[in-house]
């Protein structure tokens, strides 16, 4: 059974970067042909997908967020990470890191899921 | 605002059938598979439905989802007390180089 288990800071400072770091248990990061999602959801809001990675490196992103962020992958480690630059109050939320499973091509898959999610971790930016 | 739209909120008695939509566009909903997941309070999302109609493992049957054109619909019959959560629909999006769109989420009222 897949779990993945979010870690990093809960507070961060205005114009400063979100760090965080899921890690993968119960099978390895680099079996199958899995992406890796990271996603949010603020305080009473709706889900916001941030990225995904492959374990070759291969990244996409949300294209309002694209340009603050970056997803890294750790294959030795079993993790990927999360660094969301210059953030603001508007990134306070609960960041879940997910798998992804998908079908089809893998730049334009016709089915797209998330079928494990991490448990969220909550990251508040405030000064 | 999200790319896919949900109604906020939806309600019924125990036993009800209630339905769920979501409404797209041509490059997510109408070219791509549908899928719901349900997120009970203070808990992660779950994969409810994937690919339109298909059921995890350990899914009830009583959940049920289905597509048309650039519309997804999530039914639920039998409504039991525990179905009490917020509902969301995604779906991939390839414009833009691609990525993956939410609704905004339905919270469902067990009445």
């Known amino acids: 059974q897949v779990q993945l288990q979010e870690s990093g800071p809960g507070l961060v400072k205005p114009s400063q970067t979100l760090s965080l770091t899921c890690t993968v248990s119960?099978?390895?990061?680099?079996?199958?042909?899995?992406?890796w999602s990271w996603i949010r959801q603020p305080a009473g809001k709706g889900l916001e997908w941030i990225g995904r990675?492959?374990?070759?490196?291969?990244?996409n992103y949300n294209p309002s967020l694209k340009s603050r962020v970056t997803i890294s992958v750790d294959t030795s480690k079993n993790q990927f990470s999360l660094k969301l630059r210059s953030v603001t109050a508007a990134d306070t939320a609960l960041y879940y890191c997910a798998r992804d499973q998908w079908s089809g091509s893998s730049h334009n898959p016709t089915s797209y899921y998330f079928d494990y999610w991490g448990q969220g971790t909550l990251v508040t930016v405030s000064s | 605002q999200s790319v896919l739209t949900q109604p906020p909120s939806a309600s019924g008695t125990p036993g009800q059938r209630v339905t769920i939509s979501c409404s797209g566009s041509?490059?997510?909903?109408?070219?791509?598979?549908v899928n719901w997941y349900q997120q009970l309070p203070g808990t992660a999302p779950k994969l409810l439905i994937y690919?339109?109609?298909q059921r995890p493992s350990g899914v009830p049957a009583r959940f049920s989802g289905s597509k048309s054109g650039t519309s997804a619909s999530l039914a639920i019959s039998g409504l039991q007390s525990e179905d009490e959560a917020d509902y969301y629909c995604a779906a991939w999006d390839d414009s833009l180089n691609g990525h993956v769109v939410f609704g905004g989420g339905t919270k469902l009222t067990v009445l």
């Open positions: 119960g099978g390895s990061i680099s079996s199958g042909s899995y992406y």
């Open positions: 990675i492959y374990t070759s490196g291969s990244t």
């Open positions: 690919s339109n109609n």
């Open positions: 041509r490059s997510n909903i109408g070219s791509k598979t």
